[in-house]
């Protein structure tokens, strides 16, 4: 298959390119470098043995993204560009409405155009909002979300309904994400967030290579065994390989819209990952116990039997295997792609 994957520079879109690459799928890559760097891509090149196509393109610029389905004779698409910090769309939620929402529809109007209709989209555990029950079943309704960003899967999630029932061509997967982890074991990509981390793992790691002082444990008096919150952390090798899994799932599925969840189906509180991590790699993470992060859910798992029944996919690598895949990505990255 002829693949446009876009926003495939950073975290997920890298590995999932890999993934694709090591499946023979003919790969493109669109990205604006927002929030990645050139180099993650050369480094899956490097590790395929073979070149990527990369277009340096905002999804926002129609007239360049419509040239380029009107050229590229794309099959599929999965669309992985847009914003994810949930913190700073609270204070930006224009920027997170706008990039999030205009680029989806740029790229549906020029798929619509060029007569692609399969796309994968990237939606996210966050779309369960702050009332399902867990395990969260994708049939849950109302969706709904505590930040603009959430909001923005919510609302994007309801477009591609509404494209798939309008018109029965389109075959459509959205995939919602638990909490991505881990790196390709080779130690070659990984996360390489901008700034200070939001997110636990690479604030351990960064902790751990000495980057950064001490962890900050968002608050230990939840309504869990350790008082800290539970959450389904999923190798990211383990969710490219769904999106492999969702892409041949499609290719034969008639028209539609789906959503299946990518998770393990099981919590890991805070302490147990900074005990798995220093277990994994024997090195020490200093941590203090700070008040709660505002938004935080106490817990939050999927229920994941319908990939496993539907797209024969099931996550495989053990919590030990994220921490220890991480901790070789930035022990020997200790500035990330920067370095
Ligand atoms: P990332 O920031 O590493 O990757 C997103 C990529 O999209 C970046 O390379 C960025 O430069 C690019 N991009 C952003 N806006 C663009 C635009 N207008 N035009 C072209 N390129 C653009 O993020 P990630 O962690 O790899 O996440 C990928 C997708 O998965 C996102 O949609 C995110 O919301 C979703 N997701 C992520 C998580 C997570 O915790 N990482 C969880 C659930 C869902
Ligand atoms: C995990 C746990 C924190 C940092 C977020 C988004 C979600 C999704 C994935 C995209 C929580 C605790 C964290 C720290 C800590 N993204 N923590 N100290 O909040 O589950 O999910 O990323 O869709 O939408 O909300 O992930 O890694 O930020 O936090 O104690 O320095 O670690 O309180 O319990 P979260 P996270």
Do not use: C
Not at 194 to 213: F, K
């Amino acid at each position: 298959m002829k693949i446009l994957v876009t926003g495939g520079a950073g975290y997920i879109g890298s590995h999932t390119v890999l993934e694709l690459l090591s499946h023979g799928h003919d790969v493109e890559v669109l990205d604006n470098f927002d929030n990645s760097s050139a180099e993650s891509i050369r480094r899956v090149e490097k590790l395929a043995g073979r070149t990527v196509r990369v277009h340096e393109l905002d999804l926002r610029d129609e007239p360049a993204v419509t040239a380029l389905f009107a050229a590229g004779g794309y099959d599929s698409v999965i669309h992985f560009a847009g914003l994810k910090a949930v913190g700073e769309s609270v204070a930006k939620p224009l920027a997170y409405y706008g990039n999030n929402l205009e680029s989806t529809l740029v790229l549906l109007r020029a798929m619509a155009a060029s007569d692609t209709r399969q796309l994968v989209f990237s939606s996210s555990a966050t779309v369960y909002g702050d009332h399902a029950p867990v395990p969260y079943q994708e049939d849950h309704e109302p969706l709904g979300a505590n930040n603009p960003y959430g909001w923005t899967k919510v609302m994007i999630e309801q477009v591609l309904r509404d494209v798939a029932a309008s018109d029965s061509s389109w075959r459509i997967g959205i995939l919602r994400y638990f909490n991505p982890v881990g790196a390709h074991e080779s130690g070659e990509i990984g996360e390489d967030p901008s700034g200070i981390p939001n997110n636990l793992t690479p604030y351990i790691a960064q902790v751990a290579v000495g980057r950064r002082e001490s962890l900050t444990v968002f608050g230990d008096d939840y309504d869990t065994p350790d008082g800290t919150p539970l959450r389904d952390y999923i190798h990211v090798l383990d969710l490219a390989s769904g999106h492999v899994a969702a892409l041949e799932h499609l290719a034969a599925m008639e028209g539609g819209a789906r959503a299946w969840n990518l998770g393990t189906g099981h919590g890991s509180s805070v302490l147990e990952v900074i005990a798995a991590f220093e277990k994994a790699t024997g090195v020490k993470v200093p941590y203090t116990v700070g008040p709660r992060r505002s938004g935080d859910l106490t817990e939050s798992f999927g229920d994941p039997t319908r990939a496993e029944a539907e797209l024969g996919w099931k996550a495989t690598r053990s919590i030990d295997d994220m921490l220890t895949d991480l901790w070789r990505w930035q022990s020997q990255n200790a500035e990330g792609f920067g370095g």
